[in-house]
């Protein structure tokens, strides 16, 4: 039934019941579904069968077989980076030495390819789903129906299992700007798989596959250094070499560190900041132009604006009812501006290297249980709630409190944010892409030691070893220009009144 003349407010709470029917699922531009029977198949997109399974798809969505043996074994779905170093394009096969196929193996060769994707293992009796390192191709489950989908949308509804509405209202959503926890999602009998696990579909059960067990700090923090350095640069190299990208560059670390190990492209780079007249956005205005003036490079601003009401209701049914991010939603516009023929690459992921979980006075054996973990990110200990984190406590395979607040980072702060809003913007860019995205990268920044971490010596280290005139520019602090001049003034005067009051 069409209710797209229904609209709800933007005050509204989102429940997937409120949106259902607002929009056609073709809308779900980027998006998939994996059945295990055969459904509709949204006007317009792809298919294809495989073992009884049936993956349906928006066609501008890349998909393409895994193969072991000369056998199809599976689907590689999304934007992948081979080992190599390689835009995966085409069908890959796999030289697998074991049989019947160990999935211990394939884990190993798996774990070689970045990027943003989710990789289907068919084999009869035993198939499995894994998202990529941060889960940024957002994927849904419902066992009931035997069904994994990128939207709630693409999920035929059940009789007596309709909305979380308990779940939403403690979360505040939207107007809180809380994150679905531990794979939960706003409709009953639907969750997200979070990354470092992958979906049993078989028993449609979600089990964790890395780590195994405790992650050992490296003895010299330069050999990690060099890791991620190396992972970054052949991640964006794998895009360049199939033509020019647009690049995300903020005020910010992470964004730097991939200019970084990028400077050998950059002659196909355009960097690209978007502008908010917030905290957050001033400095970013303020420092990336000065960063591309200064070194040559080829640079756009966009400006950032309120989305109008219809904008903003397909941005919540695009997103899954998920993603409560005011800042986002002031991207809608701004994003449509990005080049519809090139694939924009995005920081998002390198914030990991700074433990920014972590509260200042943590160590490895500072006492962590279900209701601080909560607490810390401030999210509701609804019984419901409470009773996941107190699962996934009892089964995190680490013993060290900040390596457990870096995994809770990765699977809930990545996968069920991350992962579900890039989904609302899908006319922005060709694609996009994660290049921290990447397991390697995520073991080397977890594997650096803890006050390399907190003193944020990542980024440091990484400019000087790849691009060090990059270090001469402020991170997150305007001082360019008559508003850096402003900011300093105020800096100052802040100074000279701590020291009159003593």
Same mark, same amino acid.
């Given at each position: 039934?069409?209710?797209?003349?229904?609209?709800?407010?933007?005050?509204?709470?989102?429940?997937?019941?409120?949106?259902?029917?607002?929009?056609?699922?073709?809308?779900?531009?980027?998006?998939?579904?994996?059945?295990?029977?055969?459904?509709?198949?949204?006007?317009?997109?792809?298919?294809?069968?495989?073992?009884?399974?049936?993956?349906?798809?928006?066609?501008?969505?890349?998909?393409?077989?895994?193969?072991?043996?000369?056998?199809?074994?599976?689907?590689?779905?999304?934007?992948?980076?081979?080992?190599?170093?390689?835009?995966?394009?085409?069908?890959?096969?796999?030289?697998?030495?074991?049989?019947?196929?160990?999935?211990?193996?394939?884990?190993?060769?798996?774990?070689?390819?970045?990027?943003?994707?989710?990789?289907?293992?068919?084999?009869?009796?035993?198939?499995?789903?894994?998202?990529?390192?941060?889960?940024?191709?957002?994927?849904?489950?419902?066992?009931?129906?035997?069904?994994?989908?990128?939207?709630?949308?693409?999920?035929?509804?059940?009789?007596?299992?309709?909305?979380?509405?308990?779940?939403?209202?403690?979360?505040?959503?939207?107007?809180?700007?809380?994150?679905?926890?531990?794979?939960?999602?706003?409709?009953?009998?639907?969750?997200?798989?979070?990354?470092?696990?992958?979906?049993?579909?078989?028993?449609?059960?979600?089990?964790?596959?890395?780590?195994?067990?405790?992650?050992?700090?490296?003895?010299?923090?330069?050999?990690?250094?060099?890791?991620?350095?190396?992972?970054?640069?052949?991640?964006?190299?794998?895009?360049?070499?199939?033509?020019?990208?647009?690049?995300?560059?903020?005020?910010?670390?992470?964004?730097?560190?991939?200019?970084?190990?990028?400077?050998?492209?950059?002659?196909?780079?355009?960097?690209?900041?978007?502008?908010?007249?917030?905290?957050?956005?001033?400095?970013?205005?303020?420092?990336?132009?000065?960063?591309?003036?200064?070194?040559?490079?080829?640079?756009?601003?966009?400006?950032?604006?309120?989305?109008?009401?219809?904008?903003?209701?397909?941005?919540?049914?695009?997103?899954?009812?998920?993603?409560?991010?005011?800042?986002?939603?002031?991207?809608?516009?701004?994003?449509?501006?990005?080049?519809?023929?090139?694939?924009?690459?995005?920081?998002?992921?390198?914030?990991?290297?700074?433990?920014?979980?972590?509260?200042?006075?943590?160590?490895?054996?500072?006492?962590?249980?279900?209701?601080?973990?909560?607490?810390?990110?401030?999210?509701?200990?609804?019984?419901?709630?409470?009773?996941?984190?107190?699962?996934?406590?009892?089964?995190?395979?680490?013993?060290?409190?900040?390596?457990?607040?870096?995994?809770?980072?990765?699977?809930?702060?990545?996968?069920?944010?991350?992962?579900?809003?890039?989904?609302?913007?899908?006319?922005?860019?060709?694609?996009?892409?994660?290049?921290?995205?990447?397991?390697?990268?995520? @073991? $080397?920044?977890?594997? #650096?030691?803890?006050? +390399? /971490?907190?003193? %944020? &010596?990542? *980024?440091?280290?990484?400019?000087?070893?790849?691009?060090?005139?990059?270090?001469?520019?402020?991170?997150? @602090? $305007?001082?360019?220009? #008559?508003?850096?001049? +402003? /900011?300093?003034? %105020? &800096?100052? *005067?802040?100074?000279?009144?701590?020291?009159?009051?003593?």
């Amino acid at each position: 039934m069409d209710r797209s003349d229904v609209l709800p407010t933007k005050e509204s709470a989102y429940l997937p019941s409120r949106y259902e029917g607002l929009f056609d699922e073709s809308d779900l531009a980027g998006q998939f579904r994996l059945s295990a029977s055969r459904l509709d198949t949204p006007d317009g997109w792809s298919e294809r069968s495989s073992g009884g399974w049936h993956l349906v798809h928006d066609p501008e969505l890349p998909v393409v077989s895994i193969r072991c043996r000369g056998a199809e074994a599976g689907w590689l779905v999304g934007y992948a980076v081979s080992p190599e170093g390689e835009l995966v394009q085409t069908d890959v096969e796999w030289t697998v030495k074991t049989d019947p196929v160990d999935y211990g193996e394939i884990e190993q060769l798996l774990c070689a390819y970045s990027g943003r994707y989710l990789a289907m293992f068919l084999f009869q009796g035993d198939a499995r789903l894994y998202p990529d390192a941060m889960g940024s191709l957002g994927s849904l489950f419902c066992a009931a129906h035997r069904i994994v989908a990128s939207s709630p949308f693409l999920i035929p509804s059940i009789p007596g299992c309709g909305d979380r509405v308990g779940l939403v209202e403690a979360l505040g959503i939207p107007g809180s700007q809380r994150v679905y926890p531990f794979g939960l999602t706003p409709r009953e009998s639907v969750d997200y798989v979070m990354p470092n696990h992958y979906l049993d579909l078989e028993r449609w059960q979600v089990v964790r596959h890395w780590p195994t067990e405790d992650i050992t700090y490296a003895k010299d923090p330069a050999e990690m250094v060099q890791v991620i350095a190396a992972a970054l640069r052949k991640n964006v190299g794998a895009l360049v070499r199939d033509g020019a990208v647009q690049m995300s560059l903020t005020a910010g670390r992470d964004s730097r560190m991939i200019l970084a190990c990028s400077r050998d492209f950059v002659d196909a780079i355009t960097l690209v900041t978007f502008t908010i007249n917030d905290d957050a956005g001033r400095p970013d205005r303020n420092v990336a132009p000065r960063i591309a003036r200064k070194l040559g490079l080829q640079h756009r601003l966009i400006r950032g604006s309120r989305p109008s009401e219809p904008d903003l209701t397909r941005w919540v049914y695009r997103t899954g009812c998920i993603v409560d991010e005011p800042r986002g939603q002031r991207l809608i516009r701004a994003m449509a501006q990005l080049d519809p023929d090139l694939p924009y690459v995005l920081g998002t992921g390198g914030e990991l290297g700074r433990g920014t979980y972590w509260l200042p006075g943590d160590d490895e054996a500072t006492p962590l249980g279900a209701e601080d973990l909560l607490r810390r990110k401030n999210t509701p200990r609804c019984p419901e709630i409470l009773d996941r984190a107190r699962r996934w406590m009892k089964t995190v395979p680490v013993s060290s409190t900040l390596a457990k607040l870096d995994l809770f980072q990765i699977e809930r702060g990545m996968g069920g944010w991350n992962g579900f809003l890039m989904y609302g913007f899908p006319d922005s860019a060709k694609y996009h892409f994660f290049p921290y995205s990447d397991r390697r990268i995520f @073991e $080397a920044m977890l594997r #650096l030691p803890p006050e +390399y /971490r907190r003193e %944020r &010596r990542l *980024a440091n280290d990484v400019i000087a070893s790849t691009w060090p005139e990059l270090a001469r520019f402020p991170y997150n @602090e $305007a001082t360019f220009g #008559l508003y850096g001049a +402003y /900011r300093g003034l %105020r &800096r100052a *005067a802040r100074r000279t009144l701590k020291r009159q009051n003593g």
